[in-house]
Every structure is written in structure tokens, then in C-alpha cells.
């Protein structure tokens, strides 16, 4: 079955770490996308990435940075330098440059900062 | 610049009931419309979508339809089950960066 998958589901850090969270499609979509979660509010855009060894900031970058070195994947490290990272983060996928841009999530990962 | 304003939740109905969940939105142009479901501990799932002004997105007994005078995208469903109950976000592409702009989402809470 093609989708999303991200691993770990919850995950645990202590302040000062660096955390990877994984994020792989087999869909074969070009564009690929992060979002954070906080109660109460809507998905905030990380950064995102159109082709592989391309990506782009989105309106939350700071203390993150991703890579793209395959097209079927797409790993967030949250840095130290993330000031308030405890929240919930979706990874997204999408065939590039269509008109209506469907997204297509995986089921997330809850970081928390301990 | 382009963004999505929905109706502040929690939405609380009783199975069987009629629901509306309110979007609007503001952008330059044509946006294609979105409306996402979130269940508990869940990622989000396309519920429906709209490309053009009138088109009338539907699924799962849920509608909305894009109305382009009143910059409005509301979802409706003529009699929900507690099965509905989950966040609901509306969102829009922005076309000139393809990138989707969402609303904060409406928490719908169905009783039996």
C-alpha cells in the first residue's frame, strides 16, 4: 500500500538535544512538506522541498533543517536552537505543481521536551 | 496575503443532527479549497476539495460548495454520527507559492 509513514510516533528529548524525525513516502510525489501542530491552533509550515536537493523555508524554520537527498525521503532535525519544541509534527507529500495540490499526511510525531 | 478564518469550536451536536462548520477565506485570484479531517492521535485525511468557483466538493455524506462572492467554503453534513467527531480544518493553496494555508481547525464533538 503506498502512503506516508513517520517514526518514532512519540518521542522524548531532553533540552539541549538534537532530534531527527523520520518521514518516508512511496507515493513517488516530488514535493514533500512539514507542519507543526500546537493545541488550539492550525498547521504551521517548517519548510518544504520540491524536488530532491531542493528545499525552501517555510514561515517556522528557525531551529530546524531538513535534507532531501532522496525523493522518498524527507527528515526534520529539531536543533537545540528550537526554543519551544514540544508539539506535534506532520510530514505531507504531494505530486509537484498540480493545480489543486492535494497533500497527502503521514500520522505524525509527538515530540516532547523534557 | 492569503488566509483562512473558521468558526472557533468546539462544535458539541447530538448524533443525527444538522452541522455547519464555517470557512471563509481571503486570497488574490482563484484558490483551490480544502477541507481536512483529523482524528485523535491522527494525521490529516482529505475529506473534500474544490477547484473552481461553484464546484461542489463532497464525501462521506459531507458537502461544501466554493462561493467565490461571498469567499466561502462551508462544510455541512444533514445528520452527523459520533463517528464525525474530530478536528476539522479548511484550508486553501496559495497559487503563487503552492503552498496550503490553513485555518485553526474546529474540534466537532457528536453525542449519542
Known amino acids: 500500500d503506498g502512503g506516508i509513514t513517520q517514526s518514532p510516533k512519540y518521542l522524548f528529548r531532553k533540552e539541549g538535544q538534537n532530534v531527527t524525525l523520520s518521514c518516508e513516502q512511496n507515493l513517488n510525489h516530488d514535493a514533500m512538506y512539514w507542519y507543526r501542530q500546537d493545541p488550539g491552533q492550525g498547521l504551521r509550515l517548517i519548510y518544504y522541498?520540491?524536488?530532491?536537493?531542493?528545499?525552501q523555508k517555510g514561515d517556522i524554520a528557525e531551529g530546524y533543517s531538513v535534507s532531501r537527498e532522496k525523493k522518498e525521503s524527507f527528515p526534520l532535525t529539531v536543533t537545540s536552537a528550537q526554543k519551544n519544541p514540544t508539539a506535534f509534527y506532520l510530514c505531507?507529500?504531494?505530486?509537484?505543481?498540480?493545480?489543486?495540490?492535494?497533500?497527502?499526511f503521514g500520522p505524525g510525531t509527538r515530540l516532547t521536551v523534557l | 496575503g492569503n488566509s483562512v478564518t473558521q468558526m472557533e469550536g468546539p462544535v458539541t451536536l447530538s448524533e443525527e443532527a444538522f452541522l455547519t462548520i464555517n470557512c471563509t477565506y481571503t486570497a488574490t485570484g482563484y484558490p483551490s479549497l480544502f477541507w481536512y479531517v483529523q482524528y485523535p492521535g491522527e494525521g490529516l485525511q482529505l475529506l473534500l476539495k474544490a477547484t473552481k468557483a461553484d464546484d461542489k466538493g463532497s464525501n462521506k455524506g459531507f458537502e461544501a460548495t466554493y462561493r467565490k462572492e461571498t469567499t466561502s467554503f462551508h462544510l455541512e453534513k444533514g445528520s452527523v454520527q459520533v463517528s464525525d467527531s474530530a478536528v476539522y480544518f479548511c484550508a486553501l493553496r496559495d497559487g503563487a507559492t503552492n503552498k496550503l494555508i490553513f485555518g485553526t481547525g474546529t474540534l466537532l464533538a457528536v453525542q449519542p
Open positions: 522541498s520540491q524536488i530532491v536537493n531542493d528545499f
Open positions: 505531507a507529500s504531494s505530486i509537484r505543481d498540480r493545480l489543486d495540490n492535494e497533500q497527502f
